[in-house]
């Protein structure tokens, strides 16, 4: 019971492979270093699971991406060419081994995450030199280098920082939510925050008058994700997890997306 | 504030650091407004200074665990850093794995469970050439759920926003 996928390097399944299988796992990540942007084409199989596969633009399982849904519609699904704007672009893959359609919600976070974002967080800034810079993308992060083993929904946001008689400073935060289940009750913790602000005479300055409150509204999201999530109320789920992108159309048999379109939480009955 | 460079003095310790600059790195269009703007206003500033203000200034925290929930979490993931095809231990291993996949692939029926089958490919492909990519793989694909004899055909399907070449499919 698992979901395979196999890339080659040419189009129509030519040229050299590589294959890979779920196994027991919710998830099967692959990091394409020696061979990355050498693939051309993708075939995925449903080995007793409904699943997704999906090979990246870049490394970190970002930027585009195209995606294949098999166990709904199709048993077996493939992009015989990722198509010219594509081709030889992958540099990572993910296989997500999925439950049957029955027993899963899925719940699209980007909307509903960034409204209640910029309520706080303008609520929180209001009034001082720290501001937004457009809209915060909500997106997938899987397997980050800070913690290898992890999956999170991240909410980035790029900030202005106004100094008096001098040019402003471009920052800006992640926030790394974590979902997990305690006791079969569906949790959201902030698990990560990250400051970043643009080198400059006043980088360190600025950084050190900012950072100290946006690594504290850790507690607040926390705080504001638990209230969404009970919802969920008191009832009990198997499992939680995360898929990039958009909520894939099982009767389809792939898309393209991008990873910045939105990410999937799935919770399991 | 001065009007520009031409005022300062020259023994000024701005003007010290203005072609040494390169040294430090390449200076960005902010940090260049932003040295033209001390100049103006006749304050010095430190090489040292001068060197972090090439970088920006990051810094990362992480929420303490609750000891239980910690240990409540799923595992839910595994993978891999693909660097080169050395998955097996030694040629001689390859061999083995490679002369099993062959056996079981010729084998008619279900002679073996999928899971395992498709573990013995994953372990014997990086091994393998074209050639013998070419010949073992209908009879693997054969085992595997679908119709085989469609594996190197596509039904066309127009991709969505790639481009009117990638063809996709799914049976």
Redesign the interface.
Known sequence: ??V?ATLWEHR??Q???????S?N???????????NDVFSSM?A???GHRGNAYAFEHINFDGRF?A???GG??????????????NDKVSSSLIVARESQANEIEVPLRQQVASRFIALFDAQTAGTKLSRRGDPRVYGT??PG??I?K?FATIDQDLTVQLDN??DYDANVKYDIEF????GRL?G????????????????T???RI?PGL?GA?GQL?AAIQAQLDLFGSRVFR?V?LLPGPIPDMNQ????ANHTDDVILVVVR | MAANNDQIEPKHELLAYEDSHVKYGPATAKLDTERRLLAEMRLPYSAERLIDASFAAESSQRTQDDAQEAADRLQIGAGAFIAGGDVLGSPAEANEVIEELKRSCAAKGESKELDDLVNLWIRAEPWLDDREIADLWPDFAAKLPGEPERINRSRGADAQGEGARAQGGGH
């Open positions: 019971m698992s395979m129509d399944f040229g050299f492979s590589k294959t890979s299988n196994g796992f919710r998830y099967f990540w692959n990091r394409w270093g020696a061979t075939r199989w449903s080995l195209a294949l849904n098999v519609a199709f048993t077996s699904s493939w992009w015989s060419y990722f198509g010219d704007s594509f899987f397997f800070y913690d083993s999956v001098w040019p997990f289940l305690v006791n949790r913790v902030c698990q990560w925050s990250h400051v970043w602000v643009e080198s400059g005479i006043f980088s360190g600025v950084h050190d950072a690594h850790r926390t499992s997890y048999f792939g898309f393209f």
